[in-house]
């Protein structure tokens, strides 16, 4: 039972445009989303985060939307730049008793072309 | 600050054989997590530690087990290990600050079952 899903395995971009990466959950007990990216041999690296009480969250050139209803977020990268190739995982916890156990997507792989 | 630590990077080891993992994290965080990831299922939550005590425990058989000490220091162990448990094991920690918590990872120890 996959709770969070990115359907699409992979994502190419051109340099300068917006990368859109999307994720959808089942469980209507996450209040807490996260985006991490990962490059080959290295750890997650957190990206930006959004609690269940916001529909979106920016930093810099990165925004989280939050779609409650629909049980789905996405990511977006404005504008996007070849360093931001790499794999981009989404991940949602449940509860104060739970936030050290994250439920991780498949990821999606983001390749900007320049 | 220094991040989070993982030993050793990589390893060897043969069927049946047992290993030890060690994770240090960073200076302050209390909650240590460990993750499984391997190309077919992803990035799976084994368990977490708070405080030297189990806080929550993924679906991994008993052969998965681990420790908490009281400067926070993380292992794990693996016994009996199996071709299936070729995988990067990654470490994380977090202040736990409930509702709104990051984690952090280390780069991973890269375990090879031979």
């Known amino acids: 039972d996959q709770q969070v899903k990115q359907n699409s395995p992979s994502l190419s971009v051109q340099e300068g445009r917006i990368s859109i990466l999307n994720c959808d959950y089942t469980?209507?007990?996450?209040?807490?989303f996260l985006w991490y990216k990962k490059y080959p041999a290295e750890g997650p690296t957190f990206l930006i985060s959004i609690s269940s009480i916001k529909d979106k969250n920016e930093d810099g050139r990165f925004t989280v939307f939050l779609n409650k209803s629909a049980k789905h977020l996405s990511l977006h990268i404005v504008p996007s730049q070849p360093g931001d190739s790499a794999v981009y995982f989404c991940a949602a916890s449940a509860g104060a008793s739970n936030t050290g156990k994250l439920i991780f997507g498949q990821g999606t792989t983001l390749q900007v072309k320049p | 600050k220094a991040g989070v630590t993982q030993t050793p990077r990589y390893l060897i080891k043969t069927r049946g054989q047992q290993v030890t993992l060690s994770c240090s994290p960073i200076s302050g965080h209390r909650s240590v997590s460990w993750y499984q990831q391997t190309p077919g299922q992803g990035l799976q939550f084994l368990f977490e530690?708070?405080?030297?005590?189990?806080?929550n425990k993924g679906n991994f058989p008993g052969r998965f087990s681990g420790r908490q000490f009281s400067n926070s220091r993380s292992e794990m162990n693996v016994s009996t290990l199996e071709l299936g448990d070729s995988a990067l094991y990654l470490c994380a920690s977090s202040f736990l600050d409930s509702g709104a918590n990051v984690l952090t990872f280390g780069a991973g120890s890269r375990l090879t079952v031979l």
């Open positions: 530690y708070f405080s030297e005590t189990q806080r």
């Open positions: 469980n209507s007990m996450f209040d807490y």
